[in-house]
């Protein structure tokens, strides 16, 4: 079911206390009728988090921000997915130019892991788009495409109302240049064309499409507006809780 979704990526920051004071200030917080929100603090601090949510019967989503795709062993450093779902996180982050682009993580490696977290009943928040490079000569769109080849489109149709998709353009991604809500409706429109060629126009109309890179108060409401544009994920923005509210409270 397509629906209103507001995601804070927490990224490396906030550390255990740092992490139960954001979460214990967005509780606070009425959280609009209709719009899911979801945060994603690092790793070690999931549990807590997940713990203050289910404590005060908030529907905030936690969410994990990475994980492996095999279900056991010696994988030194990683985490599986029945880990984090026996604390509670059953979302999870994949495929964020981060970790393509520091972590080098190859296409093959984002689509097992996709295809890992849907098969275990998890959602994946898949997220792609392109450099500036590949904007700057026109070629953003076959980009993308390729990224959602390469990432989704091998999954069954059934696999998808356990996906979100986030474009999120690199160049726009902590840069404080954000795409204009033009481009962002644009691409978000042709993605949404690219699943309904790909797979029907039902499936197409249901999933949502999240725009990210350097959302702030003062621009989410004139970006959550354009048609195809489901709401965020938010990078900067999602580590105050009165930013991030705002945010929540754009549509
Ligand atoms: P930003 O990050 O809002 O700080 O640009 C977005 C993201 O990387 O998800």
Request: overall charge positive; aromatic content about 8%.
């Amino acid at each position: 079911m397509r629906k209103k979704i507001v995601a804070g990526n927490w990224k490396m920051n906030k550390d255990f206390y740092q992490t139960q004071s954001l979460i214990k200030d967005l509780i606070k917080h009425k959280m609009p009728e209709g719009v899911t929100v979801m945060v994603s603090p690092p790793l070690t601090n999931l549990q807590a988090a997940c713990k203050l949510v289910k404590d005060s019967n908030s529907n905030i989503i936690i969410a994990a921000q990475n994980m492996y795709y095999k279900g056991e062993g010696a994988y030194t450093g990683e985490v599986s997915m029945s880990m984090l779902k026996s604390i509670g996180v059953d979302h999870v982050i994949l495929g964020h130019s981060e970790r393509r682009s520091i972590f080098k993580e190859p296409r093959h490696l984002i689509e097992d892991k996709v295809a890992a977290a849907v098969n275990n009943e998890m959602t994946a928040i898949f997220c792609f788009g392109e450099s500036l490079s590949s904007r700057k000569i026109g070629n953003e769109f076959r980009v993308v495409r390729n990224q959602l080849k390469e990432g989704v489109f091998r999954l069954f149709g059934s696999a998808w109302d356990r996906i979100i998709l986030a474009y999120e353009p690199v160049w726009a991604i902590g840069t404080g240049e954000t795409a204009t809500p033009d481009q962002v409706q644009k691409m978000h429109f042709y993605i949404r064309k690219q699943v309904a060629k790909r797979y029907s126009q039902k499936i197409a109309d249901n999933v949502s499409i999240l725009y990210g890179g350097s959302v702030k108060p003062n621009n989410a409401k004139e970006i959550f507006n354009q048609p195809d544009v489901d709401g965020g994920l938010i990078g900067g923005a999602a580590l105050n809780a009165n930013d991030f509210m705002a945010i929540v409270n754009a549509f």
